[in-house]
């Protein structure tokens, strides 16, 4: 609701994109380290981001149904990217939603914060607790485990 609905980009104007702009900009990926509207000059650097649901659901807490019917959305971004190498799960529920795109059951790769899954066609998945308020308030996930991520990332795309 503060967010990309408001703004029309992902995790523009809401708590979560303070940290996942920040660290982009950091690690390279984005040309600032905050996204206020999607007409703000900042440009991500061979990143994209996206969501696992479309829609604003209640309590943002989506189901599964509605998981099922965005799916095809985050299948056909997946397949219309030149291969990309390297995608960041923020959260359960992206995680899943990555494999159900790429028609892998979930027992294919195990959620879990900082972890790297190979998956086919030289996909690698990675695991980030979700940068949510509620995660960083509660200290889940720290800044500090949030850029651990990035690092693995960063060798993962220069080992590549």
Known sequence: MHGANRTGRPFTGDFAGQLLYNTLHRYGFATGPLSTSADDGLELIDCRITNAVKCLPPQN????????????????????QPRPRVVLALGRIAHDAVLMALDLKASAARFGHRARHDLANDLILFDS??????????????????????DQILIAVGAS
Do not use: D, G
């Open 61 to 80: 807490k989506p189901i599964p149904a509605e998981i099922r019917t965005c799916n095809a959305y985050l299948r056909a971004e997946l397949s219309l």
């Open 129 to 150: 607790y979700h940068c949510s308020r509620y995660n960083t308030q509660t200290r889940r996930l720290t800044e500090a485990m949030f850029h651990e991520v990035f």
